[in-house]
């Protein structure tokens, strides 16, 4: 039987966006999607992560899914979630990605920004305690 679904009004991170800026970068330049090289994620983003406490002690385990936006600087510009179940763990999957490296997409020999939609999985059945 799965856990009853959690009232969002207990959930600490409910007020929080579900999309994220980086103001730091200004590149205005369009998200380019047929790009000669692809975008480069360095590996082990799942390295370091924690299962948040609330979403522990609520019981709730889900993907979150975001789109995000690699400037052609090889940072991140901007996240949205697209779909999470929130006890905060749409802010750990999102910090992790903000935390990671970037290699830029290459179009004409230059560094352009793109986009792309990934999803991070947190299942409470595999947490140690």
């Known amino acids: 039987m799965c ?10 991170c409910y007020k929080l966006p ?5 103001e730091e970068i200004v590149d205005t330049s369009e998200v380019v999607t047929d790009f000669d090289v ?6 082990n983003i799942n390295s370091g992560i924690t299962f948040p406490e609330p979403a522990r002690r609520a ?3 889900g993907r979150v899914t975001m789109e995000i936006t690699i400037s052609k600087y090889d940072a991140v510009q901007e ?3 697209i779909n999470g179940p929130g006890y905060c ?15 830029s997409a290459i179009k004409d020999g230059e560094p352009v920004k793109t986009s792309f ?5 947190f299942n409470l059945s595999t947490v140690n305690y």
């Open 3 to 12: 856990a009853p679904i959690p009232d969002p009004s207990q959930d600490p």
């Open 18 to 22: 579900d999309y994220y800026f980086n």
């Open 38 to 43: 692809p975008f480069e994620v360095v590996p």
């Open 59 to 61: 019981g709730v385990s």
């Open 79 to 81: 996240i949205k979630v």
């Open 89 to 103: 763990l749409n802010r750990q999957a999102v910090q992790a990605y903000m935390k990671a490296s970037y290699t």
């Open 117 to 121: 939609t990934t999803g991070m999985n």
